[in-house]
């Protein structure tokens, strides 16, 4: 399975920019890179997922770096809604691994 | 579309019972899954289905059973529950697991007594 590394738990100020870091060191040239979050008990939420490029969509920017080994999910203005646990995820022969994520608390 | 539906909310077996767990989605998505989620834990794969009629192991497949007769379709059997089952499953979907996102259904709760 395609392994990924995240710091078990982070902080953020509410209003500012939460960047998520994700290692990923032994995906393949294929591969995606998924991000999903989980709030508190409720099934998993897609946010965004790329290959090679950056993306952005209304939820998040993923920048992804140049040799593909790691990745870093940005919430541009953090809120109390986002306090979550998120995943990153990068998928291999169709089986999707979820690992033990980020904690991420927002701070009023 | 009603999306990725999970019955019951909410289950109390005793050890030993059996029950299916029902997963059903009207996306028309190839691709399902299983997971179970234990208290401050992360999600673990069950088993999944790339179409109908295939299904595979995930992580954690012992003690779980799963078949795909339809592409709306993938119940979860547990033969003969026991406590460390006791777990909260969620069922995913997607049109294909690596390029399409997945949608998630609410979960069931299972306690095994």
């Not at chain 1, 998520?20 to 393949?28: A, E």
């Not at chain 2, 059996?18 to 989620?37: F, K």
Request: charged share 15%; aromatic share 10%; net charge neutral.
């Amino acid at each position: 399975d395609a392994k990924t590394t995240q710091p078990p738990s982070m902080d953020c100020a509410e209003g500012r920019a939460a960047n998520l870091p994700c290692n990923h060191s032994t995906i393949s040239g294929n591969e995606y890179v998924y991000w999903y979050r989980q709030i508190h008990s409720q099934g998993p939420q897609y946010i965004i997922h790329g290959l090679k490029n950056n993306e952005t969509n209304e939820m998040a920017s993923l920048i992804i770096t140049e040799d593909r080994k790691s990745s870093t999910l940005i919430l541009p203005h953090a809120t109390l809604r986002d306090t979550a646990v998120y995943y990153c995820i990068v998928i291999r022969d169709d089986k999707i691994i979820f690992g033990k994520g980020t904690r991420l608390h927002i701070l009023p | 579309n009603a999306g990725v539906t999970q019955t019951p909310k909410f289950q109390v077996l005793k050890t030993g019972q059996s029950m299916t767990l029902q997963c059903a989605q009207d996306m028309n998505h190839e691709y399902m899954s299983w997971y179970r989620q234990d208290p401050g834990m992360g999600l673990r794969l069950i088993h999944y289905s790339v179409g109908a009629g295939i299904t595979d192991q995930g992580e954690v497949p012992n003690g779980y059973n799963v078949s795909r007769s339809t592409t709306e379709d993938f119940p979860l059997r547990l033969l003969s529950a026991a406590p460390s089952q006791t777990s909260v499953y969620f069922c995913a979907s997607s049109y294909s697991p690596a390029t399409y996102e997945q949608y998630f259904g609410p979960g069931t709760r299972l306690t095994v007594t």
